[in-house]
């Protein structure tokens, strides 16, 4: 346990020393992520525009007959809960090779290996908040409006990076030690997709399994951002589940650098 | 004498699980459910500044892992090093190249990841692109370059961003000759700078031709370290033995000998002869007449010291002597142009026969050479019968004691 928390400690204190490297990496990452694409980082938006727009025609229209979802247009209360979703499957996706595809960095060079979980979180990071900012505007023109609640905005990025974090450094020291991880990184996008509230309301489903539901901490922030622009409540209103999640957070963030710092003086030799 | 990196009881043990999963299991629990694979046992060595330190072996003798260890990439699982000064290193060709990168980029992540700032880097861009030379290249993808361009660039950042030591990892295996020069060039420029290189080839021409000290590591242990010339000639022999061992398994293929091209575009040799001493084309000898060879060779580029050396072969193609073909008296005009050059060997000690030369003309810096004679035959004819064996021994005796030492 004490090791766990140093391991940790140790951990976030290189992240902040090289705090300016890492941050010239996530900027490096971006432009390989966009590179070599005509219309480069609009993909960034454009990517998630054409998810969104595929998914109102097929549920708005084709399964729930145009009715809106609790008052809000259906279109604004998905854009709302898919907005961190987004960031969520980007990280899934990439976390798994994140140590294997900078392999060039662990094996061959004097390099931080602690920041490089963070700076693949942070490259998408930025293009979360961009989708954010063009999430505001969308709330902003449509008429619906946002209001004071999206102060608390900050909160839950700050929540959902914390979270992306834990898992970026959890998985890419798995899956350095073995590829099973990736590919279990990959299918578990499809699930956790459809067993988070993202395209339907918890409310929907039986009390009992709500629970169970709710559980699952990328629940809580999804909950969270459409708290921000839909419902208009505190997170202070939540206080069981933001306990929930934040100590769920701190026990995978101690799981987590425990094993990357164990594994760390090792990945030169597995890679 | 200053040390520039100080290496005390280093080992480095690999874990070797039979599955993944188990090495998870084992962060979790404090297992031990590997094998161990010791690639280096309890190495000290310090290696002085100023010095150009060969590493040689065999493949898997630990040569890379050493490196690694003293790059600072890896850590030794026993043993400590401590470096003195900044160190630049070159591991296994590809210097930590991000592949989707282009070669630009790359020289940025370089600069970057050794905690170089920007603005000294984009001073010394223009200097690498021009070392690198790969023309327009520079702009596309890593991933699309060949192993040499991709030395090329290796080394030409690697030489750039100002280190006390370079660590240089088999870089001269994939350039072409050229790149070659260029590269022992300013590795030279290094060495009189006072900075420490390590450096590992398989050749052992340029080594020789380069290094000041050697360290030999057999099966991850120290065998010898000291003076260039002592180890190489003791690891020559050891590869000879090796070699030999190797002919007695059938089917064992021989020790690959790295081959020294020949680069015609630095220097070439024409209208190579035997003759005698009038320079007459001849190829039958009397014992006692002079074997001359005479012929031209054509300067192209600068070349600093330029050697000749040949090796006399007998019928069956043994070596019966070969010259020392880093002897500095043997140096050549080396100025641009068209010289000619006349051997003269004595045949005083050569029994009848028939026998082979060879020679070539060697550039000490760069360790390339360009033949200029391969194996010609040529015979010797004697008057009287001398004896038999491969040279005539000279020999006197004393009868009586009349004239000289006498026993008893």
Redesign the interface.
């Known amino acids: 346990m004490f090791t766990a928390f140093k391991a940790l400690c140790s951990m976030v204190s290189v992240n902040i020393q090289f705090a300016g490297q890492t941050l010239s990496m996530a900027a490096l990452e971006l432009r390989k992520r966009y590179s070599g694409s005509t219309i480069g980082v609009l993909w960034a938006v454009v990517r998630p525009a054409v998810f969104v727009s595929v998914y109102w025609f097929g549920i708005q229209l084709g399964i729930r007959g145009n009715r809106p979802m609790d008052e809000a247009p259906f279109i604004l209360w998905l854009l709302a809960g898919i907005l961190p979703w987004f960031f969520v499957a980007d990280v899934l996706s990439s976390c798994g090779h994140a140590l294997v595809s900078n392999r060039h960095l662990i094996t061959r060079a004097v390099f931080p290996v602690s920041t490089i979980p963070t700076f693949t979180v942070l490259h998408l990071f930025f293009v979360h908040l961009a989708l954010a900012v063009v999430t505001v505007a969308v709330f902003a023109f449509s008429g619906f409006g946002v209001g004071v609640y999206l102060l608390q905005l900050p909160y839950y990025m700050l929540c959902l990076f914390a979270m992306m974090w834990a898992v970026s450094v959890f998985f890419s020291a798995c899956s350095a030690v073995s590829r099973d991880f990736e590919h279990m990184l990959k299918s578990a996008i499809q699930v956790f997709f459809w067993i988070t509230p993202i395209l339907w309301k918890a409310d929907m489903i039986p009390a009992g399994l709500r629970f169970v539901i709710r559980l699952n901490p990328v629940a809580y922030i999804v909950d969270g951002y459409r708290n921000v622009f839909i419902y208009e409540r505190w997170f202070f209103e939540n206080l069981k589940w933001t306990a929930y999640f934040w100590a769920f957070l701190l026990v995978f963030l101690l799981t987590g650098a425990h094993l990357f710092k164990r594994l760390e003086k090792e990945f030169a030799d597995i890679l | 004498m200053q040390t520039a990196i100080s290496v005390r009881g280093v080992t480095k043990a690999?874990?070797l699980y039979s599955t993944?999963?188990l090495?998870?299991w084992d962060?979790?629990t404090g297992g031990r459910h590997y094998r161990e694979f010791t690639a280096l046992k309890d190495i000290t060595a310090d290696f002085p500044k100023g010095e150009v330190i060969a590493i040689l072996g065999k493949n898997g003798s630990g040569k890379s892992t050493l490196l690694?260890i003293i790059?600072?990439?890896?850590?030794p699982t026993r043993g400590e090093v401590s470096v003195q000064g900044r160190i630049s290193?070159m591991?296994?060709l590809?210097?930590?190249?991000?592949?989707?990168?282009t070669g630009i980029?790359n020289i940025?992540?370089?600069a970057?990841?050794?905690?170089i700032p920007r603005k000294e880097i984009r001073k010394r861009l223009e200097s690498i692109v021009a070392f690198a030379d790969i023309g327009e290249h520079i702009n596309e993808?890593v991933r699309t370059y060949s192993s040499g361009m991709r030395a090329r660039l290796g080394f030409a950042i690697s030489v750039s961003v100002d280190p006390d030591i370079l660590v240089i990892d088999e870089v001269l295996a994939v350039g072409d000759d050229i790149f070659r020069l260029k590269c022992i060039e300013r590795m030279r420029q290094f060495r009189l700078q006072g900075k420490t290189i390590l450096f590992v080839s398989h050749s052992l021409f340029t080594v020789k031709a380069f290094c000041t000290k050697a360290m030999w590591l057999n099966q991850g242990e120290l065998v010898d370290y000291g003076d260039i010339g002592e180890v190489v000639a003791r690891y020559e022999n050891f590869l000879r033995e090796e070699k030999a061992k190797l002919k007695e398994v059938p089917g064992a293929g021989g020790g690959k000998q790295p081959v020294v091209v020949s680069k015609r575009d630095l220097f070439d040799v024409k209208d190579a002869r035997l003759c005698d001493s009038q320079g007459k084309k001849c190829s039958v000898f009397n014992v006692g007449d002079e074997l001359c060879v005479h012929f031209k060779y054509i300067v192209k580029t600068n070349i600093r010291r330029l050697l000749f050396g040949f090796t006399v072969f007998d019928a069956e193609k043994r070596v019966i002597f070969a010259s020392d073909k880093r002897d500095e008296s043997k140096a050549l005009d080396a100025a641009i142009g068209e010289h000619s050059l006349f051997i003269r060997i004595k045949t005083d000690n050569m029994l009848e026969g028939r026998y082979y030369l060879s020679g070539e003309l060697w550039d000490n810096d760069s360790a390339i050479s360009v033949g200029f004679l391969n194996k010609r035959s040529f015979e010797i004819k004697q008057n009287a019968y001398r004896g038999s064996g491969v040279a005539f021994v000279e020999h006197s005796f004393v009868n009586d004691g009349r004239d000289g030492y006498q026993k008893d």
């Open positions: 690999y874990k993944p999963l090495r998870m962060v979790f690694r790059a600072g990439v890896t850590s290193a591991l296994e590809t210097s930590g190249f991000d592949m989707d990168l980029e940025y992540l370089k970057l990841t050794m905690g993808p």
